[in-house]
């Protein structure tokens, strides 16, 4: 599926900087680990702590765990019910379908191995280590229905889990409506791991499309897409809940918080009317503190996210078929 995104000239202004006033990264070098066959659509990742181990989910409902370069990929987890291996193996990223499910964020508390999971189709869920059918734990907020579960966090001290629906209209098959009329009803939503209930922060979001907690859970940073920001929003304090722009980046997807207060950001630069993909490093302040330029690589392809582990960033899209490794 290939999203045209229409930007106001303000954010060229903000491109401009990008471009020329952040550190633009070569890379040294860039490996792929290759998906299992007719697998595609990786969206987002979660790590096992102190391994090279992750999870993510792709596009025919499946969410895979990479256990090192000798096994490989093996299959984990599914949010779908009733989904069907004969019908759903091998689904694209263009022909998403309700009964397979589309895992899109993941996020995994070390201290319990709970692996969280937000699906377009059946919501916010968790799988236990040992996977297999992911288990509700909510399909509605105050009364509303999650109409596009994406981006999910744990804030790993509390266990407490923070995600978005990306639009409270539109569902993954209307993306680019939503992006066609500026949709903004997304939400930001806290599940609470003690009562076991789920509240809204906040609203009226240009889909949004990642979140990220600090590591004292005072803010977080969501993205949204349709609106090419990330907004900063506070969690505790004399104003909880009241929110800044704090970068202006266009097409931002997931983001993941990183050493010292630090976020990998996956976004895109403009290039000749084209967006570029790239990889931004910002502060908890939004400021681009480093720049991986992607298009070697991706061309013109969206990357979801890029995850830092160890010395090395993994990138995800979901518009191919295997998980990008960069070391610099």
């Not at 480093?290 to 298009?295: A, F, I, R």
């Not at 990357?303 to 582990?309: A, G, K, L, N, T």
Request: hydrophobic letters at 40%; proline letters at 5%.
């Amino acid at each position: 599926m290939k999203i045209h995104i229409i930007m106001a000239p303000i954010f060229f202004t903000s491109i401009f900087h990008f471009c020329f006033l952040s550190t633009l990264v070569s890379a040294i070098s860039f490996n792929q680990i290759q998906l299992p066959k007719n697998a595609t659509g990786p969206e987002a990742m979660a790590f096992e702590l102190g391994t090279s181990r992750f999870f993510t989910g792709i596009a025919d409902g499946r969410i895979l765990k990479y256990r090192g370069p000798t096994t490989g990929f093996v299959e984990f987890g599914f949010a779908a019910p009733n989904r069907s291996k004969s019908l759903c193996d091998g689904t694209n990223t263009s022909n998403p379908n309700p009964v397979c499910g589309r895992p899109l964020g993941l996020a995994l508390h070390h201290q319990t191995q709970r692996l969280y999971v937000c699906d377009a189709f059946f919501g916010f869920g968790v799988l236990g280590p040992d996977g297999g059918l992911v288990t509700q734990l909510s399909t509605t907020a105050e009364g509303e229905p999650y109409r596009f579960c994406n981006a999910v966090d744990v804030h790993q001290p509390t266990g407490n889990v923070y995600f978005t629906d990306a639009s409270a209209v539109y569902d993954i098959r209307e993306l680019e409506t939503a992006i066609s009329v500026q949709d903004s009803t997304g939400r930001l939503l806290k599940y609470d791991v003690k009562n076991k209930q789920v509240t809204v922060l906040f609203r009226n979001l240009s889909f949004a499309a990642g979140v990220a907690i600090d590591e004292e859970e005072k803010f977080a940073l969501v993205t949204e897409f349709i609106a090419n920001r990330t907004r900063k929003i506070w969690l505790q304090g004399q104003r909880p809940y009241r929110s800044e722009i704090v970068n202006s980046l266009p097409a931002p997807d997931n983001i993941k918080r990183t050493r010292l207060d630090n976020f990998w950001l996956a976004a895109a630069r403009v290039m000749q009317s084209n967006l570029l993909p790239v990889g931004a490093r910002i502060n908890r302040n939004g400021n681009v503190l480093e720049t991986v330029n992607l298009e070697r690589w991706y061309g013109n392809k969206s990357v979801s996210e890029v995850q830092e582990y160890g010395s090395k960033l993994y990138i995800v899209s979901r518009l191919v078929n295997f998980v990008g490794v960069f070391k610099h």
